[in-house]
């Protein structure tokens, strides 16, 4: 008499083959995901240019003539006085080179019979007296204009030393000089008054950036502000109005953040530093994620060809994946498929089924812009279990059919990514900036299982720039 245990033993292969058996046993457990940390992205920059119209050269003129009257009015340590009686001069020229520019004053001096003062404070020329010696003096007098730390624009060489009365030790060249230098500084002082609104609205602007920028859902961006710096600024002459074209750089580290919106502590901006040359741009990374609902829906889409279709190497078995469902567990994709054929024995009108499960881990192939898992196969209690009980559904092509047509398309994600991203990325700051970026390169550079789903590890890099509505600095007001 054969014993019990030895009837149920040969009994599970054969109640398998007449009709299949449940496999709950099987399911692969469900295990926390390797944690994937972005990398600190390198600190981004962003241009700010600055447009500013010069001061009319025709009031600088107008000034030195009201410099002179006025000098002569002194009583006493008249710088015009020690010159001459009557002084006059040709109309003023300028030069431009990069950020300087530089005054041309050919001045005449000369005395009236009985030594009588009188300053014409214009050009032209005076009474001719051939008695009287003229004096005859060529003052030019230069300075570079730049940025200072409060965001004002100067030219400090045109302004006058301490000391402005005559001396009687002084050669009339220098007195000359100094009597210019006092018409010049017009220049100075109308250039820092036309920048005066730029530290405010620069302020508004450091303010603006660091509010955190959505960028899709639960996804935000920060931009942690770090300086400002402004480039030499070039003259470029214009017959219409010389104007001064600069550079203003923003320099932040980007963040990006999952969850709520992010909360804010401000940073005060710094006093306006001198540009420092760097990588132009920014990068930035984020993940794309993909739920496993969704990556589930893309497989079984009758496009790809993986459901209700008899596999190759079924033989009479006429093996097919009826359903399928994928999780994650430890970094790999599940694939819990249900698998319907006909058993050795049927013994039912219907077809047979199985729940087997397979894992994988994801490749990213950016030529193809797919993720695909080609080193899918059978877990290790499936296997075992296949190996003992259906050894013909390891040679019937399942596992080669999923590492072939598993795979998951993701140019479109990537397009929407960067639609999302340049919305994002092209925003007010304040009342009086526009942000504006162009994404230059969107790459994924490799793909993974996290607890909800597949996510890719995007990278972008890009110029930005921002519009400024300066005000006053483009009008022509003195």
Known sequence: MVPLNRLLLFALPLSFLAGGCATTSLKVPIRP??????????????????????????EVEKHLAEVVKEDFKKAEKSLGKSLGATIWWDPMTWDFNGNSLTAHVHLHAKNLPGGVPNASGAAGSPETLAQEME????????????????????????LEGDTANASATESDGKKAERLVRRGVSHFH?????????????????????????????????????????????QIVPDPAGARLETTFEFIGQPNVSFGDKPKVQLVDMPPLKDYEKGPEGFHIERNLKISFKEVNKLLVDPKTGILNKTLPGGGDHNLKIDQMDVYGSGGQLV??????????????????????????????????????????????????????????MMGSGIREELRKKAVVQVGAYLDKLRDEMTKALNRPLGGHAYLKTTITSLKMKEAYITNDGLEGRVAMDGDASVDVDWGDTRAQKN
């Open 135 to 158: 004096k005859d003096m060529k003052v030019d007098l230069a300075s570079a204009v730049h940025w200072t730390k409060d965001f004002h624009l100067e030219a400090p060489d045109f």
């Open 335 to 392: 694939v819990e498929a249900q698998v319907e054929y006909q058993p050795v024995m049927n013994l039912s009108s219907q077809p047979a089924q199985l729940t087997i499960y397979l894992v994988g881990t994801p490749v990213y192939h950016e030529d193809q812009q797919v993720i695909d898992f080609p080193d899918m196969d059978f877990d290790i209690k499936t296997s075992d279990f296949l190996v003992q009980m259906a050894e013909f």
């Open 33 to 58: 995901s390797p944690a994937h940390n972005l990398a600190a992205p390198p600190p981004a920059r962003f241009r700010i240019p600055v447009v500013v119209i010069l001061p009319k050269l025709s």
């Open 189 to 233: 002082e109308s250039l820092k008054k036309r920048t005066s609104d730029i530290l405010a609205k620069a302020k508004e602007m450091w303010l603006a950036f660091q509010e955190p920028m959505r960028m899709g859902e639960d996804v935000w961006l920060q931009i942690q502000p770090m300086l400002m710096s402004a480039q030499p600024p």
